[in-house]
Protein backbone atom coordinates (compact mmCIF):
# COMPACT_ATOMS: atom_id res chain seq x y z
CA UNK A 1 0.00 0.00 0.00
CA UNK A 2 1.41 3.50 -0.54
CA UNK A 3 2.67 5.68 1.78
CA UNK A 4 1.91 3.45 5.45
CA UNK A 5 2.99 5.08 8.03
CA UNK A 6 6.29 5.36 6.63
CA UNK A 7 7.97 8.40 8.37
CA UNK A 8 7.06 8.12 11.98
CA UNK A 9 6.67 10.69 15.10
CA UNK A 10 8.90 13.52 13.63
CA UNK A 11 6.18 14.44 11.30
CA UNK A 12 3.81 14.93 13.77
CA UNK A 13 4.93 18.67 14.50
CA UNK A 14 5.15 19.34 11.13
CA UNK A 15 1.66 18.02 10.37
CA UNK A 16 0.38 20.70 13.03
CA UNK A 17 2.26 23.45 11.51
CA UNK A 18 1.10 23.00 8.35
CA UNK A 19 -2.82 21.92 9.12
CA UNK A 20 -2.59 25.52 11.21
CA UNK A 21 -1.55 27.57 7.79
CA UNK A 22 -4.55 25.76 6.14
CA UNK A 23 -3.32 26.85 3.00
CA UNK A 24 -2.78 25.86 -0.50
CA UNK A 25 0.95 26.58 -1.99
CA UNK A 26 1.73 26.31 -5.51
CA UNK A 27 -0.34 27.49 -8.80
CA UNK A 28 -4.27 28.75 -7.85
CA UNK A 29 -4.83 27.62 -11.40
CA UNK A 30 -3.36 23.75 -10.79
CA UNK A 31 -5.57 20.95 -11.41
CA UNK A 32 -5.78 18.11 -8.57
CA UNK A 33 -3.63 16.02 -11.24
CA UNK A 34 -0.73 18.69 -11.28
CA UNK A 35 -1.20 19.57 -7.13
CA UNK A 36 -1.12 15.58 -6.61
CA UNK A 37 2.35 15.23 -8.69
CA UNK A 38 4.01 18.58 -7.19
CA UNK A 39 2.76 17.34 -3.77
CA UNK A 40 4.42 13.91 -4.74
CA UNK A 41 7.47 15.53 -5.96
CA UNK A 42 8.08 17.68 -2.16
CA UNK A 43 6.86 14.20 -0.06
CA UNK A 44 9.72 11.87 -1.64
CA UNK A 45 11.87 14.89 -0.82
CA UNK A 46 10.59 14.47 2.96
CA UNK A 47 9.24 18.19 2.61
CA UNK A 48 6.06 17.80 4.24
CA UNK A 49 5.04 21.43 4.98
CA UNK A 50 5.15 21.83 0.84
CA UNK A 51 3.89 18.45 0.22
CA UNK A 52 0.72 18.57 2.51
CA UNK A 53 -0.98 21.63 1.31
CA UNK A 54 -0.66 20.13 -2.40
CA UNK A 55 -1.49 16.97 -1.85
CA UNK A 56 -4.59 18.40 0.71
CA UNK A 57 -5.53 20.60 -1.85
CA UNK A 58 -5.74 17.39 -4.69
CA UNK A 59 -7.51 15.40 -2.00
CA UNK A 60 -10.22 17.74 -2.06
CA UNK A 61 -10.83 18.07 -5.79
CA UNK A 62 -11.29 14.34 -5.36
CA UNK A 63 -8.35 12.78 -6.02
CA UNK A 64 -7.85 9.04 -4.68
CA UNK A 65 -4.57 8.43 -4.69
CA UNK A 66 -3.84 12.08 -3.13
CA UNK A 67 -6.70 11.21 -0.53
CA UNK A 68 -4.32 7.66 0.46
CA UNK A 69 -1.24 9.81 0.88
CA UNK A 70 -2.81 12.70 3.04
CA UNK A 71 -4.77 10.08 5.11
CA UNK A 72 -1.43 8.03 5.80
CA UNK A 73 0.55 10.97 6.62
CA UNK A 74 -2.16 12.20 8.61
CA UNK A 75 -2.47 8.70 10.11
CA UNK A 76 1.39 8.82 11.02
CA UNK A 77 0.90 11.95 12.90
CA UNK A 78 -1.93 10.84 15.32
CA UNK A 79 -4.64 12.83 13.11
CA UNK A 80 -6.81 9.69 13.26
CA UNK A 81 -10.30 11.41 12.57
CA UNK A 82 -9.49 13.01 9.42
CA UNK A 83 -7.08 10.73 8.53
CA UNK A 84 -10.33 8.12 8.27
CA UNK A 85 -12.45 10.43 6.81
CA UNK A 86 -9.75 10.64 3.24
CA UNK A 87 -9.19 6.80 3.67
CA UNK A 88 -13.24 6.74 2.96
CA UNK A 89 -13.20 9.17 0.70
CA UNK A 90 -10.65 7.24 -1.45
CA UNK A 91 -12.77 3.65 -0.45
CA UNK A 92 -16.25 5.45 -1.61
CA UNK A 93 -14.32 6.00 -4.91
CA UNK A 94 -13.13 2.43 -5.29
CA UNK A 95 -9.49 3.24 -4.44
CA UNK A 96 -7.80 -0.69 -3.15
CA UNK A 97 -5.59 1.06 -0.97
CA UNK A 98 -8.58 3.55 0.61
CA UNK A 99 -10.40 0.75 1.16
CA UNK A 100 -7.47 -1.32 2.84
CA UNK A 101 -6.63 1.45 5.02
CA UNK A 102 -10.04 2.32 5.96
CA UNK A 103 -10.53 -1.28 6.68
CA UNK A 104 -7.40 -1.08 9.37
CA UNK A 105 -8.49 2.18 10.63
CA UNK A 106 -11.91 0.63 11.85
CA UNK A 107 -9.67 -3.02 12.71
CA UNK A 108 -7.84 -0.82 15.54
CA UNK A 109 -10.71 1.70 16.16
CA UNK A 110 -7.89 4.50 15.38
CA UNK A 111 -10.52 7.78 14.93
CA UNK A 112 -13.68 5.83 14.40
CA UNK A 113 -15.45 3.31 16.29
CA UNK A 114 -13.87 -0.39 16.19
CA UNK A 115 -15.64 -2.18 13.96
CA UNK A 116 -14.01 -5.71 13.23
CA UNK A 117 -16.53 -7.46 11.12
CA UNK A 118 -16.33 -4.21 8.49
CA UNK A 119 -12.55 -4.06 9.14
CA UNK A 120 -12.83 -7.83 7.74
CA UNK A 121 -15.29 -7.02 4.90
CA UNK A 122 -13.35 -4.16 3.45
CA UNK A 123 -9.61 -5.80 3.80
CA UNK A 124 -11.17 -8.77 2.57
CA UNK A 125 -12.58 -7.02 -0.43
CA UNK A 126 -9.02 -5.43 -1.17
CA UNK A 127 -7.27 -8.72 -0.70
CA UNK A 128 -9.85 -10.31 -3.64
CA UNK A 129 -9.01 -7.42 -6.04
CA UNK A 130 -5.25 -8.49 -5.62
CA UNK A 131 -3.94 -5.62 -3.26
CA UNK A 132 -0.87 -7.62 -1.63
CA UNK A 133 -1.17 -5.90 1.61
CA UNK A 134 -4.17 -6.81 2.05
CA UNK A 135 -3.88 -10.42 1.28
CA UNK A 136 -0.82 -10.09 3.66
CA UNK A 137 -2.98 -8.86 6.20
CA UNK A 138 -5.55 -11.48 5.62
CA UNK A 139 -2.83 -14.00 5.86
CA UNK A 140 -2.24 -12.94 9.02
CA UNK A 141 -4.96 -12.35 10.38
CA UNK A 142 -5.67 -16.39 10.17
CA UNK A 143 -2.35 -17.44 11.63
CA UNK A 144 -2.86 -15.41 14.63
CA UNK A 145 -6.49 -15.37 14.92
CA UNK A 146 -7.49 -11.26 14.40
CA UNK A 147 -10.42 -10.19 12.87
CA UNK A 148 -12.39 -11.87 15.09
CA UNK A 149 -11.48 -15.32 13.22
CA UNK A 150 -12.08 -18.45 15.10
CA UNK A 151 -10.07 -21.35 15.87
CA UNK A 152 -12.14 -23.26 13.43
CA UNK A 153 -11.82 -21.34 10.38
CA UNK A 154 -7.90 -20.58 11.10
CA UNK A 155 -8.03 -24.26 10.23
CA UNK A 156 -10.06 -23.91 6.80
CA UNK A 157 -9.75 -23.62 3.28
CA UNK A 158 -10.49 -20.00 3.46
CA UNK A 159 -7.27 -19.75 5.73
CA UNK A 160 -5.28 -21.89 3.22
CA UNK A 161 -6.21 -19.92 0.51
CA UNK A 162 -4.90 -16.52 2.23
CA UNK A 163 -1.93 -17.94 3.32
CA UNK A 164 -1.07 -19.49 0.19
CA UNK A 165 -1.57 -16.35 -1.86
CA UNK A 166 0.56 -14.32 0.54
CA UNK A 167 3.35 -17.24 0.58
CA UNK A 168 3.36 -16.40 -3.21
CA UNK A 169 4.37 -13.17 -2.76
CA UNK A 170 7.23 -14.40 -0.42
CA UNK A 171 5.45 -13.44 3.16
CA UNK A 172 7.44 -15.03 5.45
CA UNK A 173 5.37 -16.04 7.90
CA UNK A 174 2.61 -17.75 5.56
CA UNK A 175 5.46 -19.25 3.45
CA UNK A 176 6.59 -20.70 7.43
CA UNK A 177 3.21 -21.87 8.13
CA UNK A 178 2.45 -23.43 4.50
CA UNK A 179 6.00 -25.53 4.91
CA UNK A 180 4.48 -26.57 8.01
CA UNK A 181 1.17 -27.45 7.02
CA UNK A 182 2.41 -29.73 3.85
CA UNK A 183 4.90 -31.34 6.57
CA UNK A 184 2.43 -32.18 9.42
CA UNK A 185 -0.96 -32.05 7.19
CA UNK A 186 -2.51 -29.38 8.26
CA UNK A 187 -5.74 -27.32 6.61
CA UNK A 188 -6.80 -30.38 5.13
CA UNK A 189 -3.37 -31.26 3.33
CA UNK A 190 -2.23 -34.76 2.75
CA UNK A 191 0.96 -34.81 3.72
CA UNK A 192 3.69 -34.35 1.24
CA UNK A 193 7.32 -34.26 2.11
CA UNK A 194 9.02 -33.19 -1.25
CA UNK A 195 6.43 -29.76 -1.15
CA UNK A 196 7.45 -28.96 2.38
CA UNK A 197 11.42 -29.63 0.89
CA UNK A 198 10.44 -27.41 -1.82
CA UNK A 199 9.05 -24.67 0.66
CA UNK A 200 12.18 -24.76 3.45
CA UNK A 201 14.54 -24.22 0.12
CA UNK A 202 12.62 -21.03 -0.61
CA UNK A 203 12.15 -19.38 2.90
CA UNK A 204 16.36 -20.09 2.94
CA UNK A 205 16.66 -18.05 -0.12
CA UNK A 206 14.66 -15.21 0.62
CA UNK A 207 16.22 -15.42 3.95
CA UNK A 208 19.58 -15.42 2.61
CA UNK A 209 19.08 -12.39 0.05
CA UNK A 210 17.20 -10.41 3.30
CA UNK A 211 20.68 -11.04 5.25
CA UNK A 212 22.34 -10.21 2.59
CA UNK A 213 20.60 -6.51 1.94
CA UNK A 214 20.93 -6.05 5.48
CA UNK A 215 25.16 -6.58 5.46
CA UNK A 216 24.73 -4.30 2.42
CA UNK A 217 22.84 -1.28 4.27
CA UNK A 218 25.31 -1.76 7.41
CA UNK A 219 28.13 -1.46 5.50
CA UNK A 220 26.65 1.44 3.84
Known amino acids: MTGIKSCGACWRSVVVVVLMMGVAMGSANAGPEEDFANGMISYRRADFVTAMPLLRKAADAGHAEAQVILA???????????????YRMAAASGNLD?????????????????????AKVLITRA?????????????????RGELEITEEQRKGSEALKWITLAA????MPALEALEKAHRAGEFGLAPDAAKADELKRKIA??????DKKRRRGDKQ
Open 72 to 86: SILDTAESDEEAVAY
Open 168 to 171: DDGF
Open 98 to 118: GIFGLGTMLGSGEGVKKDVKE
Open 205 to 210: GLKGVR
Open 127 to 143: AEAGHKLAIRSLAQAYL
